[in-house]
């Protein structure tokens, strides 16, 4: 997600309906937080087109994996990005899925509520398990498999996130996962599991380097393969998945290392924690 503007105070308010119509007269910033009722909330509001930056992730993955299992579902931002944000976390609370409360909606902006306590920041689970690194295995572990559990809490609902990575999934105060940043929908352009293999390889790239760097991607393979070969899973999710394998293989020859850059050290830590089982 980009930076977080400062917070604004307002006054004591539970008419959330009312403080949404005022602060958007004034609020300049796509999202901002405030202080109401002894609360932290967000309002989101629409703005200009979502910046090409925010999809640079999947169209590089998906020019150099061949996969267009990865091409990113655009989202062209303004009203339609707000509305589908709000219906979807809306469904995903339905389901029994942890997300930020709509507190009130309209077609220019939404109040939410803050996941965290009052005055406190909440941090990203990609945040908390890079800084776990230097702790090694047994640090790193218990949250990757965290994120997992909260990725397959999703497919079994019968939905799937919007883009998997480990910066849209929130660790709360009492230790458990929330899931942020819903301005598309892949499965109204993509089937079911399809996404729900995109929602597995987003994870796995953003997650493998802090694996690999632990010393983990061993355990992690093993995990990884039990995951994806629990019962519930579809015929169709294998076969996607299974071809999207066939087309990364050629990842296996990319240096385990920074030498080639960043980007290149993650893809092939990516191949290592996914690649097939012999």
């Given at each position: 997600?980009?930076p977080?503007?400062?917070?604004?105070?307002?006054?004591?308010?539970?008419?959330?309906?009312?403080?949404?119509?005022?602060?958007?007269?004034?609020?300049?910033?796509?999202?901002?937080?405030?202080?109401?009722?002894?609360?932290?909330?967000?309002?989101?509001?629409?703005?200009?087109?979502?910046?090409?930056?925010?999809?640079?992730?999947?169209?590089?993955?998906?020019?150099?994996?061949?996969e267009?299992?990865?091409?990113?579902?655009?989202?062209?931002?303004?009203?339609?990005?707000?509305?589908?944000?709000?219906?979807?976390l809306?469904?995903?609370?339905?389901?029994?899925?942890?997300?930020?409360?709509?507190?009130?909606?309209?077609?220019?902006?939404?109040?939410?509520?803050?996941?965290?306590?009052?005055?406190?920041?909440?941090?990203?689970l990609?945040?908390?398990?890079?800084?776990?690194?230097?702790?090694?295995?047994?640090?790193?572990?218990?949250?990757?498999?965290?994120g997992?559990?909260?990725?397959?809490?999703?497919?079994?609902?019968?939905?799937?996130?919007?883009?998997?990575?480990?910066?849209?999934?929130?660790?709360?105060?009492?230790?458990?996962?929330?899931?942020?940043?819903?301005?598309?929908?892949?499965?109204?352009?993509?089937?079911?599991?399809?996404?729900?293999?995109?929602?597995?390889?987003?994870?796995?790239?953003?997650?493998?380097?802090?694996?690999?760097?632990?010393?983990?991607?061993?355990?992690?393979?093993?995990?990884?393969?039990?995951?994806?070969?629990?019962?519930?899973?579809s015929?169709?999710?294998?076969?996607?998945?299974?071809?999207?394998?066939?087309?990364?293989?050629?990842?296996?020859?990319?240096?385990?290392?920074?030498?080639?850059?960043?980007?290149?050290?993650r893809?092939?830590?990516?191949?290592?924690?996914?690649?097939?089982?012999?």
């Amino acid at each position: 997600m980009p930076p977080i503007p400062p917070a604004a105070t307002t006054r004591l308010t539970t008419d959330f309906d009312a403080f949404l119509t005022e602060q958007l007269r004034t609020q300049s910033k796509n999202i901002q937080r405030y202080e109401t009722g002894g609360q932290w909330v967000w309002i989101k509001r629409t703005g200009p087109l979502v910046p090409a930056w925010r999809y640079r992730i999947l169209r590089v993955l998906r020019v150099l994996m061949n996969e267009p299992v990865l091409g990113p579902v655009v989202n062209h931002g303004g009203r339609e990005a707000i509305a589908t944000e709000v219906r979807r976390l809306r469904d995903l609370a339905s389901r029994g899925i942890r997300v930020p409360a709509v507190l009130a909606a309209q077609d220019d902006g939404f109040v939410m509520s803050h996941l965290g306590l009052p005055g406190e920041q909440v941090h990203s689970l990609g945040n908390v398990i890079r800084a776990a690194v230097p702790k090694g295995a047994e640090a790193v572990m218990p949250l990757w498999r965290q994120g997992l559990a909260m990725i397959d809490q999703v497919h079994r609902s019968g939905t799937v996130l919007s883009q998997a990575f480990a910066r849209n999934l929130v660790v709360c105060p009492d230790g458990e996962l929330a899931c942020v940043d819903f301005e598309d929908d892949p499965t109204a352009v993509l089937p079911l599991p399809v996404c729900q293999v995109r929602d597995a390889l987003c994870y796995a790239h953003s997650t493998a380097i802090y694996l690999s760097h632990a010393g983990a991607l061993e355990q992690a393979r093993a995990t990884w393969q039990q995951w994806i070969a629990q019962p519930g899973r579809s015929p169709e999710f294998h076969t996607v998945l299974n071809n999207t394998l066939g087309r990364m293989r050629w990842l296996r020859m990319l240096p385990a290392n920074r030498s080639l850059g960043r980007d290149t050290e993650r893809l092939r830590a990516m191949w290592d924690l996914m690649r097939p089982a012999p």
